[in-house]
């Protein structure tokens, strides 16, 4: 099959190989053809080492398709079923499952750095984030599959499986964003626009989309965002709707120290401080003590949107069916898995498209 390899950390191009195999499902995996992904900016973090991967590996960690084979052990899946992917699949009886974190489990996820699911040209190589979602096939573990119906397209469910929900999941369950707040988003890319929905979804009076790209602008505003502006109009903004005092939530979307730092301080006193951006792990950002209590403020990181897959899936799509989550609006380009590196040239440009998707036949 096909399939787009990374063959080393800091190569700013994938290769496509058609001597890609998958390794042969175990008692308790699942084997998937692929029929969508999105590109996400995460994926050019693990090709630049940003975030952690592995090469020789097939890249993306986004996307949907169809059971073709199941491992003798798994009874919840059958052949046929479409589904949705997940890097976080949750094992069920480790702390953080059973406490409720399943976005928190590592059992699968650590499995996916000793565990090679690909051969490349017959040598054993990994999926990127335990996926690898830029191949015509995978196999991962049965509950890394998420079920859905027939009719829900894949480019849709594609979307579903990490920038929609992190970004919504962000709002409705790491945040717990409350109707009638000011909700700031800074970086209106994928994730950006989702986090833009998620608080629309929770009845956030105004929202402030915060992009240096000004063609975001009104993307950011089709989305929902009530108001939008470079990163050095913000202050005029604040000065105009809250008196110069803050917003109620303040979403970093981006994972620099810099955007960070902004969004701790356009948070009023009290108000709560999202992280969704995935930053290096040598990006410091300074806090000082006497902030850190005075101004009594709640930093949270946000992994995968605090997401329970196995809830929030069904959610998604349900809140799609009913009109109430755009994601036709977030597919920018439909692409093959040919023109990848194309794809990834965009991404890395910053421009105003929201999400490329790979198509397969």
């Not at 990374?6 to 175990?26: C, F, H, M, S, Y």
């Not at 940003?50 to 020789?56: D, E, F, K, S």
């Not at 810099?258 to 999202?274: E, F, L, M, Q, Y």
Request: glycine share 12%.
């Amino acid at each position: 099959m096909k399939a787009a390899v990374l063959n080393q950390i800091g190569d700013d191009k994938l290769e496509l190989r058609d001597d890609v195999t998958t390794t042969a499902p175990g008692p308790d995996e699942v084997r998937i053809k692929v029929k969508a992904c999105g590109i996400c900016h995460s994926d050019l973090s693990a090709m630049n080492g940003t975030l952690p991967a592995l090469a020789p590996g097939v890249v993306g960690h986004e996307g949907a398709g169809e059971i073709v084979e199941v491992g003798s052990a798994v009874t919840s899946l059958a052949v046929g079923d479409h589904v949705v992917v997940t890097f976080v699949p949750p094992c069920g009886t480790c702390r953080n499952c059973v406490s409720g974190e399943t976005h928190l489990c590592i059992v699968h996820a650590m499995a996916a750095f000793t565990s090679p699911r690909f051969l490349v040209g017959g040598a054993p190589a990994f999926g990127y984030a335990g996926l690898g979602t830029f191949a015509e096939e995978l196999v991962v573990p049965a509950a890394g599959a998420i079920k859905i119906d027939h009719d829900v397209p894949f480019e849709i469910a594609a979307l579903i499986a990490c920038g929609v929900i992190t970004g919504v999941g962000a709002v409705l369950n790491t945040a717990k964003v409350e109707p009638g707040s000011d909700v700031v988003v800074i970086g209106c890319g994928g994730v950006g626009v989702s986090v833009i929905q998620g608080a629309r979804l929770a009845g956030a009076a105004r929202i402030i989309a915060v992009d240096p790209v000004v063609e975001k602008h009104e993307v950011a505003k089709h989305f929902g965002a009530t108001h939008a502006t470079t990163p050095e109009g913000l202050a005029e903004l604040n000065q105009s709707l809250a008196g110069g005092m803050g917003f109620d939530y303040g979403f970093d979307v981006v994972g620099l120290p810099a955007t960070i730092r902004s969004a701790w301080d356009i948070t009023r006193r009290g108000g709560h401080v999202v992280i969704v951006g995935a930053g290096r792990a040598d990006a410091m950002v300074e806090f000082s003590a006497q902030e850190l209590f005075l101004h009594d403020k709640t930093l949270h990181g946000s992994f995968y949107g605090t997401a329970n897959v196995r809830r929030d899936v069904p959610r998604l799509v349900a809140l799609w069916r009913a009109g109430r989550l755009d994601m036709e609006s977030m597919i920018s380009k439909r692409i093959r898995l040919d023109d990848v590196n194309e794809g990834l040239q965009v991404l890395r440009g910053g421009g105003a498209s929201v999400r490329q998707v790979i198509i397969f036949d």
